[in-house]
């Protein structure tokens, strides 16, 4: 059995996604589709941030699905930086702990659109970082017509975030974050779906050695990331088994054909193939989740 590391839900329906004919699958979908492929609960991430939200959903909203689904769903909440005043002196830490009280494990997706050493967001890390939540985030190549938080080429300012936050357990997302698991990637093609060998000298490989970074695999960027190249994949995931997490990043009944198995397939074909240990199989699928969110 897996858990899902990250996915959006919403028990009411919500405007569709600008331009498109899809929404965010209720819990019973879900439900419904992890039935099928075999993963036991997820973590839900409230879509908080205007940048990306067709459909807003709050932590209590998140909050009332996890009471009446206690045993499928681990709710997150998604604290904004611009949140009591859009101010860096504000007490953020009022309402991770309220949030946390109610049985959040960490905080997330933060996909606003500020730079990664935003005076905001600091104060976002600083607290998340004093409440002991787990930081979920999304990377954006810019600022504008896009969301999540904003870094440069080879991930400069997450680099120097962590310097400042060594007690502050990330887990990294999205495609600007997982190009940077070769060598060769370029302002170019980071914002994508790179595709072919994975050279030396990524900044993943790199920020993965310090101690509170985790890779969120969820979504095409993350599951790119592994099978673009297979063998350097399979090798990847065994060297970082204690840092990787399995995840979907589900956000409409369609994804059933794509994000819902992609990643689940390729671990399996890894296992039967020989190329991926069970030890390191069953750390990515459910365990690391359990050990870092205290499960």
């Known amino acids: 059995m897996y858990i899902d590391i990250h996915v959006h839900t919403s028990d009411r329906p919500g405007p569709n996604r600008y331009g498109t004919d899809e929404t965010y699958a209720t819990p019973a979908q879900l439900i419904e589709m992890y039935d099928e492929v075999g993963i036991e609960k997820a ?5 908080a941030n205007p940048e990306c939200s067709h459909r807003m959903n709050s932590t209590i909203d998140i909050l009332d ?11 997150f909440c998604n604290v ?18 309220y949030y946390k009280d109610l049985g959040c494990k960490g905080i997330g997706e933060v996909c606003a659109n500020l730079y990664f050493d935003d005076p905001l967001v600091l104060n976002l890390f600083d607290h998340a970082q004093r409440c002991q939540m787990p930081v979920t985030f999304h990377v954006a190549t810019k600022q504008y017509g896009t969301y999540g938080l904003i870094d440069d080429l080879h991930l400069p300012r997450f680099r120097r975030v962590l310097e400042q936050f060594p007690d502050l357990t990330f887990f990294c997302h999205s495609q600007a974050f997982w190009s940077e698991i070769s060598g060769d990637v370029t302002d ?9 060998p994975v050279t030396p ?63 689940k397939q390729f671990m399996e074909a890894g296992l039967e193939q020989g190329k991926l240990s069970q030890q390191a199989f069953d750390k990515i699928a459910r365990g690391n989740a359990v050990r870092l ?3």
């Not at 973590?43 to 879509?47: A, D, H, N, Q, T």
């Open 188 to 196: 170019e093609v980071r914002g994508g779906y790179p595709k072919g």
């Open 201 to 263: 000298g990524g900044a993943v490989p790199e920020v993965l050695e310090h101690p509170n970074v985790y890779g969120d695999l969820s979504a095409g960027s993350g599951h790119n990331a592994v099978s673009r190249d297979p063998e350097f994949g399979y090798a990847f995931m065994e060297q970082y088994q204690d840092k990787l997490l399995f995840g979907t990043d589900v956000c409409a009944p369609k994804n059933r054909n794509d994000v819902l198995v992609w990643l």
């Open 293 to 295: 969110l205290g499960l």
């Open 65 to 75: 699905i996890v009471r009446e689904y206690p045993d499928r769903f681990i709710p």
């Open 80 to 97: 904004d930086p611009r949140n009591i005043g859009n101010s860096a002196d504000a007490d953020l830490s009022y309402l991770i702990n």
């Open 43 to 47: 973590v839900i991430l409230p879509g």
